[in-house]
């Protein structure tokens, strides 16, 4: 079954924010996090690139790969039938390998680990009706906002631990990092599970409805995008102002609380930005042509992200002391090298090829 474009030009654009934000909030880890007070303390640069990556960018990648990730496994079904099951199922077992490395030693706040439990939960899902995917996604993601608010007393009364990324030392670094990820880990498997579970069941359901591709579609995408863009990024842009005062005026607890909703926050915003984007895939646009020759590749660009932070930013490395402006701009740096190299790669890397065979 040939790709979809505009599913692999997606996938490209929502690494960026993932990058960022992992760079940006680098320091403020293995146990904080993902984001902190703005480096260098009082810089007006510092602050105006915070509120730029709280506002537009924390939340939104990590979000739609969850959803991508549930549309990719429908496309896989519909193009291999119930042979799709076993080949996910070998895909998920080597996703969890891989996260599991990658959270252990490269980077504590992994999201492997996550999509491939997810996985496993959802690999049968694309056989379900479309009315009771819809009815799944609903539940769920109604159920983590409820769980949420439920322990919101939790979060206001915990202590974040000390930074400790920047940790000097390999050794210590790594007994930090195994820490930071195996307690991530088991936070995020038992009270932030639910949510992205419902977003792969919305991504299975665009799937069956050929929601990115069939042009039957494209009337209600854009009245999507016109409803939702500005709204969203009305509401984006007020939690980013909320982010940044908690975290920089010592309110850390209130910035914690404020980030766990962040999925939630970023859906309107999404669902507005989304639309557009897709319509301008289908349109032959050449911003998101661009895009999808690096939308194959983006586990590689993933993993390297991460050996990178790990050999410029942390203690086992160089420990750069750069700068929140500087971060996010060497994010974006990296991220638009991808994108250009991309055209010039031949076939899948060794990563892609793996996890495919």
């Known amino acids: 079954?040939?790709?979809?474009?505009?599913?692999?030009?997606?996938?490209?654009?929502a690494l960026l924010p993932v990058v960022a934000v992992n760079w940006v909030g680098y320091y403020t880890g293995p146990y904080g996090g993902p984001l902190g007070p703005a480096q260098p303390e009082g810089s007006a640069m510092g602050l105006a690139a915070m509120f730029a990556v709280a506002a537009l960018l924390a939340s939104k990648g990590?979000?739609?790969l969850t959803f991508l990730f549930g549309y990719s496994q429908g496309l896989s079904r519909r193009a291999r039938g119930e042979q799709a099951v076993p080949v996910r199922k070998r895909r998920m077992g080597r996703l969890l390998a891989l996260g599991l490395l990658h959270g252990l030693f490269l980077y504590s706040g992994d999201i492997l680990t996550l999509y491939a439990v997810c996985g496993f939960i959802t690999l049968?899902?694309?056989?379900?009706?479309?009315?009771q995917l819809r009815r799944r996604m609903l539940w769920l993601a109604g159920l983590e906002l409820a769980f949420m608010l439920a322990f919101t007393p939790l979060v206001l009364y915990y202590d974040r631990p000390a930074p400790a990324a920047a940790t000097v030392g390999a050794g210590t670094w790594l007994a930090n990092n195994v820490s930071g990820y195996l307690s991530s880990q088991l936070v995020q498997l038992t009270f932030g599970?639910?949510?992205?579970?419902?977003?792969m069941a919305a991504g299975l359901l665009a799937a069956r409805l050929r929601l990115f591709s069939h042009p039957r579609w494209r009337p209600a995408l854009a009245r999507c995008a016109r409803y939702w863009l500005w709204r969203g990024l009305l509401v984006n842009l007020a939690w980013g102002a909320a982010l940044c005062v908690a975290f920089n005026t010592g309110a850390g607890r209130w910035g914690d609380l404020l980030y766990g909703y962040g999925g939630f926050v970023a859906l309107p915003l999404l669902a507005g930005l989304v639309p557009l984007l897709v319509l301008a895939a289908q349109r032959g646009g050449a911003f998101m042509r661009a895009l999808q020759p690096a939308g194959r590749h983006t586990l590689s660009l993933y993993i390297l992200s991460s050996v990178l932070s790990l050999a410029l930013f942390s203690g086992a490395g160089l420990a750069l002391p750069l700068g929140t402006a500087a971060l996010a701009a060497l994010a974006l740096l990296y991220w638009a090298?991808?994108?250009k190299l991309a055209p010039r790669l031949n076939?899948?890397?060794?990563l892609e090829a793996w996890l495919s065979r």
């Not at 790709?3 to 654009?13: H, K, M, P, S």
């Not at 076939?347 to 060794?350: D, E, F, S, T």
Request: avoid cysteine.
């Open 193 to 199: 599970l639910l949510l992205p579970l419902g977003l």
């Open 124 to 131: 049968r899902w694309s056989g379900l009706r479309l009315r």
């Open 347 to 350: 076939g899948r890397l060794p």
């Open 337 to 339: 090298g991808w994108v």
């Open 62 to 64: 990590i979000t739609f």
């Open 1 to 13: 079954m040939p790709r979809e474009g505009a599913v692999d030009a997606l996938r490209a654009l």
